[in-house]
């Protein structure tokens, strides 16, 4: 009945599964906290998750791979909790209950994360090879993967699977953010709490009442599309900038493997959070609030600092390939636009980040060790927590539409068929936004109580980030200026995101002005544009660069009519939903809130947003089931579809395991379309011998 | 110059390194315990962690034109040695951050904590760089016995370090009632050199694995592993050399 490692077995096998997880949870739920457990309590719900998900690769995929990660990571995780709880009964705690509300302890939890992280890691195989390394045993330098879908569930060194699995694993997140929003939107349809009631006897899903679990799903959509961003970005460059610079594959393959992997067992543990209790600080994470907020925030923490590791090795991997492993002839000034981006985007995300991990540790210190560093009664400062904080996170703005506004100069040309205007200047604006972007945080803190002299050199910097930004788009429409344009899917996406993100970026030094972003801070305001930023930034220029560089991972392309279907049903519905936004956020709409005073008059509009936030989401399943019916059925592609100038594209697609068999050397400019006879690599077998 | 040459030149250098390093954390101490001038303190940290970088962690390899194919073990270990000093940058930013928590927190006071034993733990760490440098100054020049000597050497040192800091000095602390919970300055000193501890304890793991290998008789002149472990370990001395005045010296005694 069962055929062996199929989409139905998983699923089947996840029902099963999950039902038993959740006999186990509620058993072991009633047996320790002695009441009667909820229907839809954390305990329970936990095993079932846990259970379910595991089950469903095992059906999938068999043991191995991910499932082996996935069944350590649970082992790990109980194994760890008992470890500490048994401690804490040898130490005599029992005073200090031994188990919580939630099963395990919150330091038996917090350590139980952790051991299940790392059980992960060596269960899914992805340290094996430095493993053998440390007991002196040499490995391969490559590991040839089997062709088929079944190496892109386990460990593979190969940077386009990487990039692959980097790309799918953000969609998936971006699927779950996204689910969440449209519940709290719903919710907001109309003013009054309708299904997520206040009453716990009406609604109580892990242990949350209505409004707790809004604040849950709220904060975790912040952080989960965070996260998924991180994810994207870092799949379109895995996949893309090896190509681009000509190298076999990144300059560290073992840690490139290890960085996506490490982020699999984070986007667990911040799932992980909803069912513990969940957390009501946003996804920011602030003390006292998150030194208060349930074990929940505890996950929260502890997977933010794990998805950071992901985020760091792989920049710093980018970095090293990118000065180390160019073709020959390949200069600074002559790498595609997109390095360039690469590079900026991850100066900041390998020394930033660790400000985020550092601060969210400290809070998560703060609450189990009593150490009062943001604790004004121990003699600590809440405001250095959002100093640290900021440091990373506004940077971490910059991280997540480099990237993308790279994506931008390196389509443009190839659709408007002119060269790039001001290469130059592109490439030092990417650097110029980075750099800008260390000494901006502290906008963010202008209502909360800094230093009032800190503001207005704050308020300078912020409005400086303009000017770089600005080159960009100049530079932009100085190439589409009198070019032959051809619109199909990845130009439209292309064409939006210059839309949106300048919708995006007019509305920013509104906020950066002290008088003014005393009025909009916290408002719906807010909200609107930084979406605007973050869909032009990231999410359009997200979906060109699928959509262009698609037929080079499969040899087919992507349907031309449902691309066009949801770039047409998608750009609507969402600018509509950051104008109505902003608009209610100017009349004074506050953020992060479950419900709202009908008399505000609001009820209308976010009618409407719901309706656009259903419309973009429909948006994102057509394009879903483009993608998976595609893969196999879409046109065959195997040529240069764009007819770009680009090094990949002058090979066949897919690509080969060991990108190209002939080594090519850079021998002009890289974008000077309609110039005759000019060309920007020439492939050789000499190439390859170089420095 | 002749190799044997060459050798006794970088292991005297080693030693002269070693001996300002020492008078000037000797020279730190004086000025803390006199004047306690914080901008001297600071720049002597500063001085002594430029010599470590440049004379200790070799710095300046990272500007060495590797000629030959991009498959050639030389080329892959500068590669591999931009991968280290990528990550070393990106480490400093926890400690940096963990460095603005204090001076938040603190200011220009210091916990009240055991001098002697701060002095101490301060040389032994030191100390330790010391027989780290010889012992990869011999890899270097082939002598693999002499590197096994000196890494252990080294590894014991830096063992009776975390030993001090952990299992003598917090519980001296606690004693003295600075806890993780009695205050700001509590949760500074331990926040840091529990980092930093634990820091120590990776770069143990990594001697352990690199002085194994070492027996087997795994590396030649092709010892990279030995020189990132080398390397990785003076990275935790240099953060020291920057905790320990920050901890133990300067300013005024908290409250």
């Given at each position: 009945?069962?055929?062996?490692?199929?989409?139905?077995?998983?699923?089947?096998?996840?029902?099963?599964?999950?039902?038993?997880?959740?006999?186990?949870?509620?058993?072991?739920?009633?047996?320790?906290?002695?009441?009667?457990?909820?229907?839809?309590?954390?305990?329970?719900?936990?095993?079932?998750?846990?259970?379910?998900?595991?089950?469903?690769?095992?059906?999938?995929?068999?043991?191995?791979?991910?499932?082996?990660?996935?069944?350590?990571?649970?082992?790990?995780?109980?194994?760890?909790?008992?470890?500490?709880?048994?401690?804490?009964?040898?130490?005599?705690?029992?005073?200090?209950?031994?188990?919580?509300?939630?099963?395990?302890?919150?330091?038996?939890?917090?350590?139980?994360?952790?051991?299940?992280?790392?059980?992960?890691?060596?269960?899914?195989?992805?340290?094996?090879?430095?493993?053998?390394?440390?007991?002196?045993?040499?490995?391969?330098?490559?590991?040839?993967?089997?062709?088929?879908?079944?190496?892109?569930?386990?460990?593979?060194?190969?940077?386009?699977?990487?990039?692959?699995?980097?790309?799918?694993?953000?969609?998936?997140?971006?699927?779950?953010?996204?689910?969440?929003?449209?519940?709290?939107?719903?919710?907001?349809?109309?003013?009054?709490?309708?299904?997520?009631?206040?009453?716990?006897?009406?609604?109580?899903?892990?242990?949350?009442?209505?409004?707790?679990?809004?604040?849950?799903?709220?904060?975790?959509?912040?952080?989960?599309?965070?996260?998924?961003?991180?994810?994207?970005?870092?799949?379109?460059?895995?996949?893309?900038?090896?190509?681009?610079?000509?190298?076999?594959?990144?300059?560290?393959?073992?840690?490139?493997?290890?960085?996506?992997?490490?982020?699999?067992?984070?986007?667990?543990?911040?799932?992980?959070?909803?069912?513990?209790?969940?957390?009501?600080?946003?996804?920011?994470?602030?003390?006292?609030?998150?030194?208060?907020?349930?074990?929940?925030?505890?996950?929260?923490?502890?997977?933010?600092?794990?998805?950071?590791?992901?985020?760091?090795?792989?920049?710093?991997?980018?970095?090293?390939?990118?000065?180390?492993?160019?073709?020959?002839?390949?200069?600074?000034?002559?790498?595609?636009?997109?390095?360039?981006?690469?590079?900026?985007?991850?100066?900041?995300?390998?020394?930033?980040?660790?400000?985020?991990?550092?601060?969210?540790?400290?809070?998560?210190?703060?609450?189990?060790?009593?150490?009062?560093?943001?604790?004004?009664?121990?003699?600590?400062?809440?405001?250095?927590?959002?100093?640290?904080?900021?440091?990373?996170?506004?940077?971490?703005?910059?991280?997540?539409?480099?990237?993308?506004?790279?994506?931008?100069?390196?389509?443009?040309?190839?659709?408007?068929?002119?060269?790039l205007f001001g290469y130059r200047w592109i490439a030092m604006s990417s650097l110029g936004i980075a750099l800008v972007g260390f000494v901006v945080w502290a906008h963010h803190m202008f209502t909360s109580g800094m230093n009032e002299y800190l503001r207005v050199?704050?308020?300078?910097?912020?409005?400086?980030?303009?000017?770089?930004?600005?080159?960009?788009?100049?530079?932009?429409?100085?190439?589409?200026?009198?070019?032959?344009?051809?619109?199909?899917?990845?130009?439209?996406?292309?064409?939006?995101?210059?839309?949106?993100?300048?919708?995006?970026?007019?509305?920013?030094?509104?906020?950066?002005?002290?008088?003014?972003?005393?009025?909009?801070?916290?408002?719906?305001?807010?909200?609107?544009?930084?979406?605007?930023?973050?869909?032009?930034?990231?999410?359009?220029?997200?979906?060109?660069?699928?959509?262009?560089?698609?037929?080079?991972?499969?040899?087919?392309?992507?349907?031309?009519?449902?691309?066009?279907?949801?770039?047409?049903?998608?750009?609507?519905?969402?600018?509509?939903?950051?104008?109505?936004?902003?608009?209610?956020?100017?009349?004074?709409?506050?953020?992060?809130?479950?419900?709202?005073?009908?008399?505000?008059?609001?009820?209308?509009?976010?009618?409407?947003?719901?309706?656009?936030?259903?419309?973009?989401?429909?948006?994102?399943?057509?394009?879903?089931?483009?993608?998976?019916?595609?893969?196999?059925?879409?046109?065959?592609?195997?040529?240069?579809?764009?007819?770009?100038?680009?090094?990949?594209?002058?090979?066949?697609?897919?690509?080969?395991?060991?990108?190209?068999?002939?080594?090519?050397?850079?021998?002009?400019?890289?974008?000077?379309?309609?110039?005759?006879?000019?060309?920007?690599?020439?492939?050789?077998?000499?190439?390859?011998?170089?420095? | 110059?002749?190799?044997?040459?060459?050798?006794?030149?970088?292991?005297?250098?080693?030693?002269?390194?070693?001996?300002?390093?020492?008078?000037?954390?000797?020279?730190?101490?004086?000025?803390?315990?006199?004047?306690?001038?914080?901008?001297?303190?600071?720049?002597?940290?500063?001085?002594?962690?430029?010599?470590?970088v440049y004379y200790y962690m070799h710095i300046y390899k990272l500007n060495a034109e590797h000629e030959g194919d991009e498959d050639s073990y030389e080329y892959k270990s500068g590669t591999n040695r931009i991968g280290l000093w990528l990550f070393l940058v990106?480490?400093?930013?926890?400690?940096?951050?963990?460095?603005?928590?204090?001076?938040?927190?603190?200011?220009?006071?210091?916990?009240?904590?055991?001098q002697t034993l701060g002095l101490i733990v301060t040389g032994v760490l030191l100390v330790s760089s010391f027989f780290m440098n010889r012992g990869e100054t011999l890899m270097a020049n082939g002598d693999r016995k002499g590197f096994i000597t000196n890494t252990?050497?080294?590894?014991?040192?830096?063992?009776?370090?975390?030993?001090?800091?952990?299992?003598?000095?917090?519980?001296?602390?606690?004693?003295?009632?600075?806890?993780?919970?009695?205050?700001?300055?509590?949760?500074?000193?331990?926040?840091?050199?529990?980092?930093?501890?634990?820091?120590?304890?990776?770069?143990?793991?990594?001697?352990?694995?690199?002085?194994?290998?070492?027996?087997?008789?795994?590396?030649?002149?092709?010892?990279?592993?030995?020189?990132?472990?080398?390397?990785?370990?003076?990275?935790?001395?240099?953060?020291?050399?920057?905790?320990?005045?920050?901890?133990?010296?300067?300013?005024?005694?908290?409250?």
């Amino acid at each position: 009945m069962i055929k062996k490692n199929t989409v139905g077995s998983g699923l089947l096998l996840l029902l099963i599964a999950g039902a038993v997880g959740y006999g186990i949870g509620f058993g072991l739920d009633a047996l320790i906290s002695g009441g009667t457990p909820k229907l839809a309590g954390a305990v329970p719900s936990a095993f079932a998750l846990l259970f379910a998900v595991s089950a469903f690769f095992f059906g999938l995929y068999g043991y191995r791979g991910i499932t082996r990660g996935l069944v350590w990571q649970v082992m790990g995780t109980l194994l760890g909790g008992l470890f500490v709880t048994g401690i804490r009964a040898l130490m005599g705690m029992t005073g200090n209950k031994l188990f919580g509300a939630f099963f395990f302890s919150e330091p038996a939890w917090v350590f139980g994360a952790l051991m299940g992280v790392i059980s992960f890691l060596v269960g899914v195989g992805v340290m094996d090879d430095w493993m053998k390394w440390a007991r002196g045993i040499d490995t391969p330098e490559h590991h040839e993967d089997k062709p088929g879908w079944e190496k892109y569930f386990g460990v593979s060194l190969d940077h386009k699977v990487i990039g692959i699995q980097y790309t799918v694993t953000a969609l998936v997140l971006i699927s779950v953010g996204g689910l969440f929003a449209l519940i709290f939107r719903t919710e907001l349809a109309q003013s009054g709490l309708q299904f997520l009631s206040a009453d716990p006897t009406k609604f109580n899903v892990f242990n949350q009442t209505g409004p707790q679990f809004y604040n849950t799903l709220m904060s975790l959509h912040g952080m989960i599309m965070i996260v998924s961003i991180l994810l994207g970005i870092s799949g379109i460059i895995n996949y893309v900038v090896p190509l681009l610079v000509g190298a076999q594959d990144m300059a560290f393959p073992r840690m490139n493997a290890f960085a996506f992997w490490v982020a699999v067992p984070a986007a667990v543990l911040l799932l992980m959070s909803m069912v513990l209790g969940g957390f009501d600080t946003g996804w920011t994470g602030y003390p006292p609030l998150s030194s208060r907020a349930p074990v929940g925030v505890q996950m929260f923490f502890w997977g933010v600092f794990t998805a950071g590791w992901s985020s760091i090795l792989g920049a710093l991997n980018v970095i090293a390939t990118v000065l180390r492993m160019r073709a020959k002839g390949m200069t600074a000034m002559r790498m595609p636009i997109f390095v360039w981006a690469a590079i900026a985007t991850s100066i900041i995300a390998m020394t930033a980040t660790q400000l985020i991990g550092l601060s969210f540790q400290m809070v998560s210190f703060q609450r189990l060790f009593g150490m009062g560093f943001f604790d004004p009664a121990k003699g600590g400062n809440p405001v250095l927590f959002q100093h640290l904080f900021w440091f990373y996170s506004h940077p971490a703005v910059y991280v997540f539409v480099l990237p993308g506004l790279g994506v931008i100069s390196e389509l443009l040309p190839v659709f408007v068929r002119k060269p790039l205007f001001g290469y130059r200047w592109i490439a030092m604006s990417s650097l110029g936004i980075a750099l800008v972007g260390f000494v901006v945080w502290a906008h963010h803190m202008f209502t909360s109580g800094m230093n009032e002299y800190l503001r207005v050199p704050f308020m300078y910097s912020t409005m400086l980030v303009a000017v770089p930004t600005g080159v960009k788009f100049f530079s932009w429409i100085a190439t589409i200026w009198g070019g032959k344009i051809s619109t199909p899917t990845p130009m439209l996406f292309v064409l939006g995101a210059i839309v949106v993100f300048l919708l995006g970026g007019v509305t920013g030094p509104p906020n950066a002005m002290v008088a003014l972003d005393l009025h909009l801070h916290d408002t719906y305001w807010v909200v609107g544009h930084f979406h605007d930023t973050i869909f032009g930034g990231f999410v359009f220029p997200f979906f060109a660069a699928i959509y262009y560089w698609f037929p080079k991972a499969t040899g087919r392309r992507m349907n031309e009519f449902w691309g066009k279907v949801h770039f047409w049903l998608m750009t609507p519905s969402f600018l509509m939903l950051t104008f109505g936004m902003m608009f209610i956020g100017l009349r004074g709409m506050r953020r992060r809130i479950a419900d709202y005073d009908a008399a505000l008059g609001f009820d209308n509009m976010h009618l409407i947003l719901t309706i656009c936030a259903f419309g973009i989401a429909l948006s994102v399943l057509i394009f879903f089931i483009n993608i998976i019916y595609s893969i196999k059925h879409g046109e065959k592609a195997e040529g240069n579809v764009w007819n770009s100038r680009s090094p990949e594209w002058q090979v066949r697609s897919p690509m080969p395991a060991h990108n190209y068999e002939v080594p090519f050397e850079v021998v002009g400019e890289p974008y000077d379309y309609g110039l005759a006879d000019s060309k920007y690599v020439e492939f050789s077998a000499t190439a390859g011998k170089k420095h | 110059m002749t190799h044997k040459q060459e050798k006794s030149s970088m292991l005297s250098q080693g030693v002269f390194i070693f001996v300002y390093l020492a008078v000037l954390t000797v020279l730190e101490f004086g000025i803390a315990i006199t004047f306690n001038s914080a901008v001297l303190l600071v720049a002597i940290a500063l001085v002594k962690a430029v010599l470590v970088v440049y004379y200790y962690m070799h710095i300046y390899k990272l500007n060495a034109e590797h000629e030959g194919d991009e498959d050639s073990y030389e080329y892959k270990s500068g590669t591999n040695r931009i991968g280290l000093w990528l990550f070393l940058v990106s480490d400093s930013f926890v400690f940096g951050g963990l460095m603005v928590m204090r001076i938040n927190l603190l200011g220009l006071t210091h916990p009240h904590l055991d001098q002697t034993l701060g002095l101490i733990v301060t040389g032994v760490l030191l100390v330790s760089s010391f027989f780290m440098n010889r012992g990869e100054t011999l890899m270097a020049n082939g002598d693999r016995k002499g590197f096994i000597t000196n890494t252990l050497i080294t590894f014991v040192l830096g063992l009776g370090f975390l030993i001090g800091v952990v299992f003598v000095e917090w519980p001296n602390a606690i004693a003295e009632g600075i806890t993780p919970g009695s205050g700001p300055a509590g949760a500074a000193f331990f926040m840091m050199t529990g980092m930093h501890a634990f820091h120590v304890l990776t770069g143990l793991i990594f001697l352990l694995v690199v002085l194994n290998n070492a027996r087997r008789g795994l590396y030649d002149e092709k010892h990279y592993p030995v020189e990132a472990a080398a390397v990785y370990w003076h990275f935790v001395d240099v953060v020291w050399i920057f905790f320990y005045p920050a901890l133990y010296l300067i300013g005024a005694i908290a409250k």
